[in-house]
């Protein structure tokens, strides 16, 4: 940047950071302070206040990925002051990017011509491709029944409860109903009977879930669009589907081929995926595809003209960065098909191996199916001494490992698990350490006396901190100190705050 | 990532790039293809078609920042792999960014106590910014008018014909009409009475812009807010203004602190400014502040609860980088106020030595002020010859400048303007170079016959495309080849471009 004169004295930096000056104040939190500091002060200070953040590849909550290959990481920092939307002057950049939706809407079957274009758009990430898709779906349906005279003012979409905290943002921004499916024990995702059963004129599509959130099981979208087509012949509705294969979406197509879900479907009219979940490129990056122009209405198109072309856009964002479209293309030809199968089909199998390594300790029922995104969530058998999940998910986090623990949706919200995700960067070697430190945690916990047996409102949780604070609710209960008990002294801070979350989990892993 | 096994014999990478099959197969671009390739050669490959994009720093149409220090770039690789959302995985970025929303708010002067939390967000960029702020108003107004029973489905906003498309957009997306106050040749901006006369009951909010993107000119915020005062207390409608400050945002307090457009002003309620603009941070940061909790309905807020304390979240997109937010914080403290108001000082007088060097040509009127945010905009006194401001603008693109020439706003769309947008990087001597760049296209524009007077529909750029293509429309007209003529072919594809793009331009830039 352009200083004709020196900021102030400050600017000198012949003296070491920690030597100086910089590090005795600490940084501005409310108001900006009048003087510049040296850039090597304000990056060493900034840098070190986020050693205190954890480690992103140790997070076994988030489906996000967090690692990608040096040479990306160069066209990533290459391409960091690239902003997207200026499409005139980054020609390659948006070239790139349309690459990136025909490569994927052919991934997903898209009935396109040899060198038809595909309709869709890159976006921030599958909240933004989801309230695209619900507008596409909104706008329509209101087009329609404005032909027919009816009624347009209630819409409604029908999901299942289990369905991601993006949905109900949607929802709420864009003044639609949602209806869920409720899920029952045993079966947590939406059952395509109810919900077809619970379609009605209003309702502007139906969504399912390729890779529930909760426990990485694949919705039965074939069976939805089977069911619904004959509800449609009876009914002239026309209510069409919207799969969120945020993550199952660069799953499906390599190593279930065969599983019929996408646009090979006649109903399902658009589909997003998550280029940030097991498309393999960091955070910042989704994508959404229309079955065809039909499936978009053109009033929420903006038309922007490039070279002669047509390029459309219907984004929500506009000014950002172009990085992630990039490192998205770079994985689509690095990797290829097999590269991406080869990646899934080791995801599959360090999953199989974490839920044998569960099975075997005796204590775990597994709630995830072997199908599907390679999720392993389990929760414990009983209760030990009224010890549960969120303390088992606590105690986890002393050996640095990040595994939540929640509620499944209602109405089976009395289950518990425990989610491990597993990412392309999640070798077996880290799943046998944690075999290991989960058999440890249980040990840990086996040793521990009862817990009280008055429960706060959620259960568990107001137990365990009534133990570390020494404060009984209810029933008395006197308890000597043991190392044990010092050592968890220590990690008093993380228990009160997995405490404080246990509802708040539900939302953040529904969404990662 | 994990590769069990070499993905195929393809990824053995013992020959050089360029001496590899991967540099005769060309990258795909319709369809994934089956194979891996190698990373060097992805990388290699991908990197030099980029270099067919423009360079960033050169493009003048922009207020988007293109360079930051080497110190924050390394802070910003750092944090590339964090995902935003996660905020109990990362509570010290999650920190920062509320530091960052509180130094913003305290910056737009809101009426806060010293340790009160300020109420805002980082967004993906101002368009999602408004968006926010936007969907605020619509309910609140939306609530007021229920409990007063009257009927709340005709929402609109009153704004200048000036705005930025992403207003057009919000008002699309989220059902809410424009009514647009339109300008006038030699005033360019929204004009504060007649705003005011166009506010009825179903106004949900009159937006003003502090910078706008036609000419960098701030909008009289102090006049609408008290005529708006008046108006209000006549009509008991409480209309609220939000200040549309993307660009002004960051100027305004640090070179012009005592013009009252902000929170000052109890008229305003909600503001936005781009991270990215003036902020000095690359494409994707964006802030929206309100003026307290009050101005924010709370069924529009999720929550999530981190340490027990109650963490609101308000935003359209959920995961993404949490990089830009990082690179925020670090150039609120690297450079305190001092350096924000050198740097802003600098553009100001960089902006005043490309004024004079054009007035200096006699050519030009200028139709931007000193003051406000330093763009300068310019068009030609006279089209000699009818030669005009788009083919000025193509013929900078030989030289390497991107410089756009766009219309104005109804109802002044017949004047056409060429626009510099002066960004920190900009230095004067870059702008004297400009100048003479510049001065030479004009005496090469004159050195040029006169063009053909039939005219298309919007004016010069038909006759430009039918001199190229030796076609002419109307009159005949007989022309022989100059060496400038031979040159002008070699251009003759940027031409076409801007040409096609005329319209499009004034989306493009008034977004940037």
Redesign the interface.
């Known amino acids: 940047?352009?200083?004709?004169?020196p900021?102030?004295e400050s600017d000198l930096s012949v003296i070491s950071t920690s030597g100086s000056l910089f590090v005795r104040d600490s940084?501005?939190?409310?108001?900006?302070?009048?003087?510049?500091?040296p850039?090597?002060a304000?990056?060493q200070?900034?840098?070190d206040?986020?050693l205190?953040?954890?480690k992103?590849k140790l997070?076994l909550?988030?489906f996000?990925?967090?690692?990608?290959?040096p040479?990306?990481?160069?066209?990533?920092?290459?391409?960091?002051?690239?902003?997207?939307?200026?499409?005139?002057?980054?020609?390659?950049?948006t070239e790139?990017h349309n690459?990136c939706v025909?490569?994927i809407a052919?991934?997903f079957n898209a009935p396109l011509g040899?060198?038809e274009d595909a309709i869709g758009v890159g976006t921030?990430?599958?909240?933004?491709a989801i309230?695209l898709a619900g507008?596409a779906f909104k706008r329509k349906w209101q087009n329609k029944r404005k032909a027919e005279g009816k009624p347009y003012?209630r819409p409604n979409i029908v999901t299942g409860a289990n369905v991601q905290?993006?949905w109900?943002?949607f929802a709420?921004?864009?003044e639609v109903e949602l209806k869920e499916v409720k899920v029952r024990e045993g079966y947590y995702v939406m059952d395509p009977v109810k919900a077809v059963e619970m379609v009605d004129e209003n309702t502007i599509c139906v969504a399912a879930i390729l890779g529930s959130t909760y426990n990485g099981e694949f919705e039965d979208v074939k069976l939805l669009n089977d069911l619904l087509l004959e509800k449609n012949k009876q009914t002239g509705w026309e209510t069409p589907i919207h799969v969120d294969a945020a993550s199952g979406g660069f799953i499906a197509p390599f190593i279930y081929p065969e599983l019929e879900w996408d646009f090979r479907l006649p109903m399902v009219k658009s589909i997003n995926v998550?280029g940030?979940k097991y498309g393999?490129v960091?955070?910042?990056i989704g994508w959404v595809i229309w079955r065809s122009k039909d499936d978009l209405p053109e009033?929420?198109v903006?038309?922007?003209?490039?070279?002669?072309a047509d390029q459309s856009t219907f984004t929500?964002?506009?000014?950002?960065?172009?990085?992630?479209i990039?490192a998205q293309?770079?994985q689509?030809?690095?990797?290829?098909?097999?590269?991406?199968r080869?990646?899934m089909e080791?995801?599959h199998?360090?999953a199989m191996v974490l839920k044998a390594g569960l099975e075997r300790t005796g204590r775990f029922n597994i709630l995830s199916k072997d199908d599907g995104v390679p999720v392993v969530a389990f929760s414990l058998k009983e209760n030990k001494g009224g010890h549960d999940e969120f303390e088992v998910s606590e105690m986890l986090r002393r050996f640095g490992w990040?595994v939540p623990a929640y509620p499944m949706p209602p109405d089976a919200q009395h289950v518990t698990v425990l989610r491990v995700v597993i990412r392309?960067?999640?070798?077996r070697t880290l799943a046998e350490r944690l075999v290991h430190d989960v058999s440890i945690v249980l040990h840990e916990l086996d040793k521990l006396p009862p817990k009280v047996s008055a429960k706060g409102k959620e259960g568990a949780p107001v137990t365990a901190a009534h133990e570390e604070n020494g404060d009984i609710d209810g029933a008395g209960h006197k308890r000597k100190s043991t190392d044990l008990e010092t050592q968890r002294e220590i990690t008093t801070y993380w228990k009160?705050?997995v405490i404080?979350?246990k509802?708040?989990?539900r939302?953040?892993v529904m969404?990662?």
């Open positions: 940047m352009v200083l004709s004169r900021a102030s940084l501005p939190k409310h108001k900006m302070q009048e003087n510049s500091i850039k090597e304000a990056y200070i900034i840098h206040e986020l205190l953040d954890f992103p997070n909550a988030s996000v990925t967090t690692s990608m290959e040479e990306c990481d160069k066209l990533i920092m290459e391409s960091i002051n690239k902003n997207y939307v200026d499409m005139d002057e980054y020609p390659v950049t790139l690459r025909n490569m052919h991934l040899d060198s921030v990430g599958s909240s933004e309230m507008l003012d905290v993006c109900e943002k709420r921004y864009f998550s940030h393999l960091y955070a910042g009033d929420l903006f038309h922007i003209k490039y070279l002669g929500l964002n506009f000014s950002k960065g172009s990085s992630q990039i293309y770079y689509l030809v690095r990797l290829g098909q097999e590269g991406y080869h990646i080791n995801c199998e360090n990040i392309a960067e999640f070798s009160n705050y404080a979350q509802t708040i989990k939302q953040k969404a990662s």
